[in-house]
């Protein structure tokens, strides 16, 4: 065995690993180029978690139900303009009176007019650039 020669050769890595180390290292470098020019490490807006419940109720004093109370329950703290009441699709014009959190509620009817049965109350979520949205709730007024 020739172990004086084992300690004085002075080969490194073999030519096939450095190759193959260079490589990855291109690879590894050309990805994290690519992720910021294409801009796949920006933030966006998550959706929000949040409950509501959905109440028929008499806002009127007159003694029939003709609105929904719509509370928020639990969930994230939205900014409400964000958040849109749709009644059959239309957009509503609710005051949430500043951030909408648990406990805080609005009441909606029709554009002031009763609802009389039949409509779909939904609470919607719009991300402030307007690219996402997602329904937070739903309720059909009973007829």
């Known amino acids: 065995m020739k172990l004086k020669q084992f300690f004085t050769d002075d080969d490194a890595v073999s030519p096939v690993i450095g190759v193959i180390l260079m490589v990855a290292i291109t ?18 807006d998550t959706t929000p978690t949040a409950s509501f419940d959905f109440e028929y109720v008499d ?7 003709d609105a929904v109370k719509i ?3 639990t969930g994230d703290t939205l900014d409400q303009s964000e958040v849109k009441v749709k009644v059959n699709g239309a957009t509503q014009s609710v005051s949430w009176g500043g951030e909408i959190k648990s406990g805080v509620s ?10 009389t049965g039949g409509e779909t109350v939904t609470v919607v979520w719009e991300s402030s650039d307007g690219e996402s949205s997602s329904t937070l709730g739903s309720f059909d007024v009973p007829n």
């Open 27 to 44: 690879v590894i470098l050309a990805a994290v180029i690519a992720s910021f020019v294409l801009g796949l490490g920006d933030t966006t």
């Open 59 to 65: 806002d009127d004093g007159d003694g029939t139900n």
């Open 71 to 73: 509370t928020h329950q």
């Open 106 to 115: 609005v009441t909606v009817d029709n554009g002031g007019s009763d609802l």
